[in-house]
């Protein structure tokens, strides 16, 4: 692939690494961390079930002056608050289900170390040096903001800002600006979605001033090697924590040598700039290959408003699990709006997700299928005979899922990814009431056991597929189908020998997607 040689050998082929943002600690988590950790769960679910050795990483961002801010508010010295933040998110992961390979924490000492490094190696190659910083820095933000860039003289973002003069170390950006245009040229696919690159691209074009990378007006950071009155700028100290999750400084660890580059980084829009800018350049001049992409998602808001804690209408993702379930939660956030969109939270599009996709599509096709099977051939996969034209055609678009959702998943198109298993449901949905296997089964029981078998299989590949995006109510689906756990990856999706078993006795059916019967939040 272009741009990929270099000094350092490469990932493996079959290594697959994945990112959340790590979390700021000055605040409980809400829905669009969930939403950002929930996306890269599909994302490392589904390259599991691809074969793939997955390291899937996510974590808290403990140090800078907003976290200090947020301890002193709380009256409690910094490390005992981010502990106790920190904390939080390791919860909302936990009941998320989440499948994350590793949790790292800026103010563990594997990082600090790894940081330290960088800084160091950066000073050696000469792309750090100290000056004085005078200008508008964004505590809420945490970034520093030209006097041009102010409206009203608030950050882009509506944040306060503040005047800050102090010595400072430099990093050399300005010196990146071509390397950096050259590698959003050579590699098109490192920032998605398109409309996002673009936005990149005409912002670097404009011009990079060196990136002030010290404080000194407080301490709750990293201290820079060999000057502790400065501590390291908390984006240097936490795009960081990509790589020394992996060991970094020490480039010669198993994980190291497998996962770096990162294949994506997912973030949200507000953080691409830190991600597809500042971390390449970081890299590139510290000798390191950059990330081999970085998408950015959109935003949620909430019934149509900004969500922020000053309006009071914080969506607290673990009360939304509670009220519609985890994998109805999963399932809407993903499938709502097409990832790299902004999407709107409201209860009558969650409802509607849950009942009208889940209980009456999905559900309905599993349930009506498997109570027919308990019912009519003695609780066993029945035995088909010769399919005809319409059995060839519900099986062929089963079969072509997979190769569409596959393409789509190389771009983390989640919902489109979705949208491509409804078809397929929706076509099982028609071919069931087509075909009426209730009323073959005293006409033609040979009939209606090759239909049955033909909805069962295609339910099979479903089922295989969901599980990256709802992964308990698809594991149900396949404990009911009795498919073994050794044969639930995509290897098995078009292998004859791991299709159903004619005569496989199958367990009582259970409906797994219940419909919203509750009190809405
Ligand atoms: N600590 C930095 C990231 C450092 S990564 C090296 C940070 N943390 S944060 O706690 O503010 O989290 C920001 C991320 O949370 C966003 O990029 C996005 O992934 C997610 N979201 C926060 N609010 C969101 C919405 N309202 N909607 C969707 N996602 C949003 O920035």
């Not at 040598?257 to 973030?267: E, G, I, K, L, S």
Request: proline share 6%; glycine share 6%; charged share 20%.
């Amino acid at each position: 692939m272009q741009g990929r040689g270099s000094e350092i050998p490469m990932a493996s082929a079959d290594a697959f690494y994945v990112t959340t943002p790590i979390y700021y600690v000055n605040d409980v988590p809400h829905i669009g961390h969930a939403y950002t950790t929930l996306a890269c769960d599909a994302i490392a679910r589904f390259a599991r079930l691809e074969g793939r050795r997955v390291h899937f990483l996510t974590g808290t961002d403990e140090h800078g002056q907003k976290v200090e801010k947020a301890a002193a508010d709380a009256g409690v010295a910094p490390q005992a608050f981010t502990d106790r933040v920190s904390g939080r998110f390791r919860e909302l992961a936990r009941v998320m289900a989440v499948s994350n390979d590793d949790f790292i924490r800026t103010t563990e000492p594997r990082h600090l170390a790894g940081v330290q490094a960088l800084w160091r190696e950066l000073v050696r190659r000469d792309q750090i040096y100290l000056g004085r910083y005078a200008g508008w820095y964004s505590v809420r933000d945490e970034t520093y903001f030209a006097e041009s860039e102010l409206t009203g003289g608030m950050a882009p973002t509506g944040a306060p800002v503040e005047w800050v003069e102090e010595p400072s170390y430099f990093f050399r950006l300005s010196a990146w600006q071509e390397p950096l245009l050259r590698l959003y040229e050579e590699r098109p696919d490192f920032i998605l979605p398109p409309s996002r690159r673009n936005e990149v691209i005409s912002f670097v074009k404009g011009g990079l001033q060196d990136l002030s990378v010290s404080r000194t007006s407080f301490s709750w950071g990293i201290p820079v090697p060999d000057d502790p009155d400065h501590v390291v700028y908390v984006w240097l100290d936490a795009l960081t924590n990509y790589m020394t999750a992996l060991g970094y400084p020490n480039t010669e660890t198993e994980a190291y040598r497998t996962f770096w580059p990162a294949d994506v980084h997912v973030v949200g829009k507000d953080i691409l700039r830190f991600h597809a800018i500042f971390w390449p350049a970081f890299l590139l001049a510290a000798g390191l290959q950059p990330p081999r992409r970085v998408f950015a998602h959109g935003w949620w808001t909430n019934e149509g408003q900004k969500i922020s804690k000053s309006l009071g209408n914080v969506i607290d993702p673990v009360q939304l699990i509670e009220a519609y379930g985890l994998d109805q939660t999963r399932y809407f956030l993903l499938r709502e709006v097409p990832f790299g969109n902004d999407g709107d939270f409201s209860r009558d599009a969650m409802v509607t997700r849950m009942n009208h996709d889940l209980a009456n599509d999905y559900g309905n096709l599993v349930q009506r299928v498997l109570s027919m099977i308990q019912r009519n051939c003695d609780a066993r996969v029945p035995a088909p005979g010769a399919y005809d034209d319409a059995d060839h055609r519900l099986i062929a678009a089963a079969g072509d899922m997979l190769a569409r959702v596959r393409a789509a998943m190389a771009e983390q198109a989640l919902s489109r990814s979705l949208e491509m298993v409804f078809e397929v449901i929706a076509s099982a949905n028609r071919y069931v009431d087509a075909q009426a296997p209730w009323a073959l089964r005293k006409t033609d029981p040979e009939r209606m056991a090759t239909v049955l078998y033909v909805l069962a299989e295609v339910i099979r590949r479903l089922a295989l597929v969901t599980q990256a995006f709802m992964p308990d109510a698809s594991g149900k689906i396949l404990d009911q189908l009795a498919v073994p756990d050794d044969v639930r990856s995509l290897a098995s999706f078009e292998d004859v020998a791991s299709a159903l078993q004619p005569g496989a006795a199958l367990p009582p059916p259970s409906g797994v997607f219940p419909r919203f019967a509750g009190q809405a939040l």
